[in-house]
């Protein structure tokens, strides 16, 4: 009998071991971006991370994985759903697969400047669109900026016609692909992490992006020719599997949502001043000459794209693309 009590005594030790153990055991955060850490998404995502070590402590742990280090952005959102991975920041363009609503962001010329995409984003259509994608597995959580498109490429573009026939790397959306098409270039849906050697090798003749980007991932260094465009936005969407955010505990998820918005505050206000400053890196570089269109050229291009909002229309929704034209009043 003895002996049978200190079995029994001895498993329900163990028992209460394992439980602490599992009790204390921290909650693990991996946050992947592929894309620098002194960029906007990665100033946003240690912000994130040390504000919530700040607020947590030990009870939850974010990892910051930059630059593709985890996860190219090919794979990105597969490694979300078998949940080797629990936050990203992909660009908006990532999400033709599972929702078209998103693809609003990608018309081109669709937005004036940063304060109509805030009031859009902001608004009941902008926040409506954070949830299209729950019945795939994806919640999104929050917006972030990273700045305007620029399109770099080896020869000088001014019009519309100087881009006919020429191939430009773009994200993995239609919308921008019949945005090329519509000036009668060649669009090429390429990994972001390829972009600088198809530059380089001169595979492709260009390229549309940040100037932050421009910057961090040396495009100016092998594109001659920066043309100021600002004719779409590059944001990203911070989201997480559905199945991860709504099993974290009550007490906890609250937390995160506040550590969330102060850390986009942090990163948008990052993205306005890498904005001025990496455009003035490059120009003070004087590898890539930066072309400023006139009025008469932006209309041209205009012009040429704004069909582009028809065909996509019935995509992403007629009464959104209505309250994001509104948003520019």
């Known amino acids: 009998m003895l002996k049978l009590k200190t079995i029994l005594a001895f498993a329900v030790g163990a028992v209460f071991l394992c439980t602490a153990s599992a009790i204390a055991a921290p909650i693990v955060i991996k946050f992947s971006h592929v894309v620098a850490e002194d960029t906007p998404k990665g100033i946003m995502a240690n912000k994130f991370r040390d504000l919530v070590t700040e607020r947590l402590g030990d009870k939850v742990v974010v990892e910051v994985y930059p630059n593709s280090q985890l996860f190219g952005d090919g794979k990105e959102l597969e490694a979300l759903l078998l949940g080797d991975v629990h936050l990203l920041a992909p660009a908006l363009s990532k999400f033709q697969k599972y929702t078209p609503l998103l693809q609003i962001y990608d018309l081109p010329f669709l937005f004036k400047d940063m304060a109509a995409i805030d009031t859009f984003q902001q608004g009941p259509q902008g926040r409506a669109l954070l949830t299209s994608m729950k019945d795939k597995g994806i919640i999104g959580l929050e917006y972030l900026h990273n700045g305007l498109k620029q399109i770099s490429s080896n020869d000088p573009i001014h019009g519309p016609g100087d881009a006919k026939n020429k191939k430009f790397r773009i994200m993995t959306s239609d919308v921008l692909a019949a945005q090329f098409e519509a000036v009668g270039a060649m ?123 028809k065909k996509f229309e019935d995509a992403v929704g007629k009464e959104n693309l209505e309250a994001a034209i509104a948003s520019n009043n």
Not at 259 to 264: P, V, Y
Request: hydrophobic share 40%; charged share 30%; proline share 5%.
């Open 187 to 309: 669009p090429l849906k390429k990994p972001f992490a390829e972009v600088f050697t198809l530059l380089q090798t001169r595979a492709i003749d260009g390229q549309e992006n940040s100037w932050s980007n421009i910057y961090s991932q040396k495009f100016y260094e092998v594109q001659p020719y920066i043309t100021e465009t600002n004719h779409g936005i590059l944001d990203y969407l911070v989201i997480s599997s559905t199945e991860f955010w709504d099993g974290l505990p009550a007490d906890v998820r609250p937390v995160l949502e506040e550590c969330l918005k102060e850390s986009i505050v942090a990163g948008n206000a990052a993205a306005a001043q890498k904005d001025l400053d990496d455009k003035q890196k490059i120009i003070d570089s004087k590898r890539s000459e930066i072309i400023t269109l006139t009025e008469e050229e932006r209309a041209a291009w205009v012009e040429a794209m704004k069909p582009v909002w």
